[in-house]
């Protein structure tokens, strides 16, 4: 099992543009989340789903968008990026979300929005 | 709002030496504890699980300890290494999976 990959490692966004942050998993986990990271401050969710076709809002959802069409991919998307979304994002998994399971981190995304 | 502190913000110990790393949250209804290791530029690896019901849990020379009641969690390391040298994080698991993270203690241990 690859676990929980993301994709681009790295990236640089002018203000304004748009782009989406992959995020993928092969464990048939139904939970799956976003988070982003920023100095000084504990991780902090943005999104998560708790199955395909569900989704709902974290402590700091403004500024992204999710969606859930499938139970490997769970994509955030930037619709129009701020330098205030500077940070590094992770996505997790686990499965069953109404147990107290395991959360499987993916190796982040660094953005920095200029 | 559930608030999560660790105390210290960093660490420095030579080889050798047992350490213990706190964790603090200021609301008691939580499922479970995770402590995590983040390496500089890497993701999260999960060290410990502890489910609000149990006191501790062990995985080598890892021991993570969890008091609901008061709030807090330990997380004790035996006989540190170089290795061990990272940040460690701990999250409580509010509902649906959804973690409220510390800032971190980050650790260097010196051979």
């Known amino acids: 099992n690859a676990g929980v990959t993301q994709t681009p490692k790295f990236q640089v966004l002018k203000t304004g543009q748009s782009m989406t942050l992959q995020c993928a998993q092969d464990m048939n986990h139904e939970y799956m989340s976003w988070y982003r990271q920023d100095p000084g401050m504990g991780l902090r969710l943005i999104h998560y789903?708790?199955?395909?076709?569900?989704?709902d809002q974290g402590e700091v959802p403004n500024g992204y968008n999710v969606s859930r069409s499938t139970t490997e991919d769970f994509p955030l998307r930037l619709l129009s990026a701020a330098p205030s979304q500077t940070s590094v994002y992770f996505c997790a998994s686990s499965t069953n979300p109404g147990t107290s399971n395991e959360q499987y981190f993916g190796p982040g995304t660094r953005l920095t929005v200029t | 709002k559930q608030e999560v502190t660790q105390i210290p913000a960093a660490l420095s110990v030579p080889e050798g030496e047992n350490l213990v790393l706190n964790c603090s949250f200021t609301?008691?209804?939580?499922?479970?504890l995770q402590w995590f290791r983040q390496d500089p530029g890497k993701g999260l690896t999960s060290l410990l699980l502890i489910q609000s019901s149990q006191r501790e849990q062990t995985s080598g020379r890892l021991n993570a300890s969890l008091d609901k009641s008061s709030g807090r969690s330990t997380l004790y390391i035996a006989a540190s290494q170089p290795g061990d040298s990272a940040t460690y994080l701990c999250?409580?698991?509010?509902?649906?999976?959804?973690?409220?993270f510390g800032t971190g203690t980050r650790l260097l241990v010196s051979p």
């Open positions: 609301d008691s209804a939580i499922y479970n």
């Open positions: 789903s708790v199955g395909a076709g569900i989704t």
């Open positions: 999250a409580v698991n509010t509902g649906f999976q959804k973690l409220v």
